[in-house]
């Protein structure tokens, strides 16, 4: 700082700012859609670049929203060594590409349902409890507790300690988590992206008004995402409300 930066009357001027290099207008009439399962191994792998994302566009006006995939609600495939040879492979595949760390304590066990739609609903309980962000927090938080401390996420008692971080109420928690409008309401969304054409997970949509535009579709890094939002947003024409 030199002398002439700051007057006789107790005022210090700031240097001038460089011009911003983002193209990215803050948009609020944007909504970014992520449609993932907590118990699918790719949405795992993604969850470090799609926390990055959701950072990087929340700090410009667009919103974030998590609908639950369903990826095998019901479970019910056999618990055998094809079973268990098949996920072994498929993890190491997911830390050789993204890093993300698995335990393997669960191919132990005698008996495992791998029945996602508890860990959905779960999820979709958050959803009214939370705000974007801790919804998120939550989401990544059954994945870690499945994936890495591999804890079975059928039984409630799962969900006690992610509720305490998370600063739910966990008696409201798991009455809502058993009630009959939850388990409804996570089939909605299971239904909801289906009718979107969503053919697999992780998934990231773009919402603009009444259109949605696909983002990505499996594993992408942040740099990826960004990219195919940012083109997006170009295209987009800006609203009335963007320009106040």
Not at 3 to 28: H, I, V
Not at 101 to 110: E, I, K, M, N, V
Not at 120 to 131: E, F, I, N, P, S
Request: glycine share 8%; charged share 25%.
């Amino acid at each position: 700082m030199t002398d002439s930066s700051c007057d006789d009357k107790g005022l210090c001027s700031p240097k001038p700012l460089a011009e911003s290099t983002s193209t990215t207008p803050m948009r609020r009439d944007a909504k970014l859609i992520y449609v993932g399962d907590p118990m699918c191994s790719w949405c795992w792998g993604i969850a470090p670049a799609l926390k990055e994302v959701r950072q990087h566009y929340d700090d410009r006006g667009i919103g974030f929203e998590i609908i639950a995939g369903g990826l095998r609600p019901g479970g019910g495939d056999p618990w055998d060594e094809q079973m268990k040879s098949f996920l072994r492979h498929h993890w190491a595949e997911v830390t050789a590409r993204s890093g993300q760390p698995f335990g393997y304590d669960l191919f132990d066990r005698d008996e495992f349902n791998y029945d996602t739609e508890p860990a959905c609903r779960a999820v979709v309980t958050a959803k009214g409890l939370l705000d974007e962000a801790g919804t998120l927090r939550f989401f990544e938080a059954v994945q870690r507790k499945f994936y890495v401390d591999n804890e079975d996420p059928s039984e409630v008692s799962f969900y006690e300690s992610i509720c305490k971080a998370s600063g739910i109420d966990f008696g409201d928690f798991s009455a809502r988590f058993h009630s009959d409008a939850l388990r409804e309401q996570t089939r909605q969304e299971f239904l909801l992206n289906r009718q979107w054409g969503v053919k697999g997970y992780p998934t990231l949509v773009l919402q603009f008004q009444e259109q949605l535009f696909l983002v990505t579709n499996g594993f992408a890094t942040a740099l990826v995402m960004k990219d195919r939002i940012d083109q997006l947003l170009e295209e987009a024409p800006i609203s009335a409300s963007d320009t106040k």
